[in-house]
């Protein structure tokens, strides 16, 4: 094995010039001019020498590799190795060890085939290629480079090779001081000190957006990493207008206000108009974003106003379409026609929908919504579009849906998501979201995990957050209500805890040791990836026990005993029904919400008895205005709705108390639903009440709830998310018995 080595030889001068020895004989016999001579060795020199050597970290091979024999004319040559055969190490030598040897009167010559020799940076740049031909391409090349000798020399090559041998290398440089220096070869013999600021810095794109030893190559979105890069001392080729781009998604101190078009007919508030202004900006640099306002801060009506506008500047001379969910075609046609009745509007909606394809290219707005955007692909891919909307945009989270490829394909100038809830379980969704807009933002599928995903959810990676942070930070705009709505009266959330009694508790206690043993022994055969459906089946059947054991598909579970209340009346056998005839008895107004549409038909069932008047909205209720029109009206108390066909699009301010009878694992989903008593309009203190049975599984729903959470607020707050799937560990809290009353 070739390695590099330094060997230690005393010079005599006009005597004889001889290899170290560590312990040499006193007396040297050598020859000069035909005459043999004697020298007396300085052995205290020689010792010195020795001592000054290993004091800096060189030891003989013979020490560092006790079983090596050197081959070759000088074998018998003592050589001496640093403490670790690399770059590093003889960078640190020749950058500080020489100097301080040379000082002490020891020269150090370096041969010309030395595989570590040093070459001094005389400047550094970096070079932007964009297509010559097409100046409107949303791609360009980034090079990064040194001038060493006169000349310029990429570094691309050797960073990538740097990379592949050294995975830790980022973690690594996290350790060291900005401006300490580190080793980078350029080819078999040259060394490159690089500063730390530096090597982090230009890692960065390569290691996202560069192949194996290409130049990276780069979205114009991305053009916010050139700003960073711009940090640094160097020269600049090319890339001015891509540098100005990236400066402007930076700094939004610059965006110009626009305010609405006349003829718009509302008064948009504050935060309302920051967010036309924005949309403005988007629009005018070609850019796709996210509104993520929080529920019920009108992200509809900002829209509705950039429609109207960009109809009255001209721009829109080809029509928009909007995406929604079926349950929201009844609120966009209302505000459409309130706000902005200039637009002219298509709602493409029911089965007599297909006559109204011809009229496609003749209306300003067209309506429809995700199920009826995968029927209809076949007309409305052949159109062209001038803004694309997907509103709750969460329903093309999975990139691998029919929806979400459709929405991709669909041809439009500009696009933009409406979402209170852009990321809702993991990091995937977010690149999903991003896939639709801008294709090219965050990389592909598995650069994005292996550079952002893994190291954010799995490593807690605080660096890698922050990038990810910044990256989509421009194309995403999110204000809560505690931010902007200083007016809305206060929001109490309170957890209402219940204990299992009888017949349900006996119920509980023997599914959850059924499933706990039989989980056991798939998790040792199967492992826990595997065991993830079975896993969620099992906390299914739990939770729908600890709502009411009818729900669950058992023969124990069948005919439900009845019991008996203080007062003698009979209920059926669930402890969380005694708290929703207190609410109503005091006078409140309440909103339901269960995600199971069978246990709402079971509360019917109950409230009927008790001659409590109610309104129920389900999947299956076709008359949606009529419910909601009662319950604002006043004329009922009691609004039973299911999470998923009435947890989004809804206005139900007359509510001030909301109930989440069955809680779900994702707490941005309930937080929506809550929304929809809590936002603008609303003028009486809201209540949001969980209901949770001590001790059971819903209790610990609760510590993933806030894993979730966590995930996306602290993406965008810079704290550190823990997102994983369901451990052994969690099962053993998950499953664990109810304690003994």
């Known amino acids: 094995e070739r390695m590099a080595v330094a060997s230690l030889w005393f010079d005599y001068p006009g005597l004889a010039r001889t290899p170290g020895i560590e312990s040499p004989p006193p007396l040297l016999r050598s020859e000069r001019g035909g005459v043999a001579l004697t020298v007396m060795r300085d052995l205290d020199a020689e010792a010195a ?72 940076a005389e400047d550094w740049f970096v070079e932007v290629f964009e297509d010559e031909f097409n100046t409107n391409s949303d791609w360009f090349d980034l090079d990064l480079g040194v001038v060493v000798d006169g000349k310029r020399v990429s570094l691309v090559e050797p960073l990538a090779r740097l990379i592949a041998n050294r995975p830790q290398l980022m973690e690594e440089l996290r350790q060291l001081g900005d401006d300490e220096r580190v080793p980078l070869p350029l080819d078999e013999r040259h060394v490159l000190p690089v500063a730390v600021k530096r090597m982090r810095a230009w890692l960065g794109p390569l290691l996202e957006f560069a192949g194996d030893s290409e130049r990276p190559r780069l979205s114009r979105l991305n053009a916010g990493t050139l700003v960073e890069l711009e940090a640094l001392p160097g020269q600049w080729f090319g890339g001015a207008r891509l540098r100005e781009l990236g400066h402007k998604l930076r700094d939004f101190s610059g965006i110009e206000e626009a305010p609405p078009a006349p003829g718009f007919k509302a008064t948009l508030r504050h935060y309302q108009q920051a967010g036309l202004n924005w949309l403005q900006f988007l629009r005018s640099y070609g850019i796709a974003g996210i509104l993520a306002d929080d529920m019920g801060l009108g992200k509809t009506i900002q829209t509705l106003a950039h429609l109207h506008l960009e109809k009255a500047s001209g721009r829109a001379d080809l029509p928009s379409m909007i995406v929604m969910p079926t349950s929201l075609i009844t609120n966009w046609c209302n505000e459409a026609e309130q706000f902005a009745p200039e637009l002219k509007v298509l709602t493409l909606h029911g089965p007599g929908r ?66 209170g809830t852009p990321l809702e379980n993991h990091l995937g969704e977010l690149w999903a979201q991003y896939n639709f807009l801008m294709p090219g933002l965050l990389g592909d599928v598995r650069r ?33 209500k505690e931010q902007v709505l200083t007016e809305l009266p206060p929001k109490t959330e309170v957890i209402r ?233 969690d099962l053993d809290v998950l499953f664990q018995p109810l304690d003994p009353t």
């Open 49 to 120: 020498a020795w001592s000054l050597l290993h004091a800096q970290g060189l030891d003989s091979y013979r020490k560092r590799l006790p079983k090596a024999e050197r081959v070759g004319n000088d074998a018998t040559l003592d050589c001496l190795l640093p403490a670790l055969q690399d770059p590093g190490s003889w960078m640190l030598f020749l950058e500080h060890t020489r100097p301080a040897l040379e000082k002490a009167g020891i020269a150090v010559e370096i041969d010309d085939d030395f595989p570590f020799q040093l070459k001094e």
């Open 354 to 419: 297909a006559v109204h394809f011809s009229d496609i290219s003749k209306v300003d707005v067209i309506f429809t919504t995700y199920p009826l955007l995968v029927r209809d692909q076949e007309v409305l891919l052949q159109q062209e579009y001038h803004l694309l909307v997907l509103d709750e945009a969460q329903f093309i989270k999975n990139p691998k849906a029919h929806s979400h490829r459709v929405a991709r394909q669909l041809k439009a100038r500009h696009r933009l998501s409406l979402t």
């Open 448 to 480: 994005f995990a292996s550079v952002f995903r893994t190291p954010i959810e799995k490593q807690n990676d605080a660096e890698r957050r922050q990038q990810l942070a910044e990256r989509v930070r421009p194309f995403l705009l999110r204000r809560t």
């Open 497 to 729: 805890w219940v204990e299992l009694t009888g017949e349900q508790r006996d119920m509980y206690e023997s599914l959850r040791l059924a499933f706990d043993k039989k989980l056991r022994q798939v998790l040792a055969t199967k492992g826990v990836a595997q065991s993830q459906i079975m896993i969620l089946d099992a906390l299914l059947k739990l939770r729908q026990v600890c709502c009411d054991p009818r729900l669950v598909k058992l023969p124990t579970a069948a005919a439900p005993k009845k019991r008996t209340d203080e007062s003698g009346n009979e209920s059926p056998d669930s402890a969380k029904m005694g708290m929703l005839p207190e609410l109503i008895d005091e006078g409140r107004r309440v909103l339901l919400f269960s995600q199971f549409t069978s246990m709402l038909s079971l509360i019917e069932e109950a409230v009927a008895q008790t001659g409590i008047e109610y309104v129920k909205l389900t999947g299956q209720t076709k008359d949606r205005e009529t419910p909601i029109s009662r319950f604002q009206n006043g004329e009922v108390p009691l609004f039973l709705i299911s999470l998923k066909a009435g947890g989004t699009g809804l206005n139900l301010t007359a509510a001030d108390s909301v109930i989440h009878f069955d809680p779900w694992w994702n707490p941005a989903v309930e937080e929506q639903a809550s929304a929809r008593a809590y936002r603008i309009g609303q003028d009486k203190p809201v209540f949001a009440y969980k209901l949770l049975t001590k001790g059971t599984v819903e209790e610990k729903i609760l510590a993933l709830q806030d894993r979730k959470r966590n995930l996306a607020d602290n993406l965008l707050a810079g704290a550190a998310p823990n997102q994983h799937l369901i451990t052994a560990e």
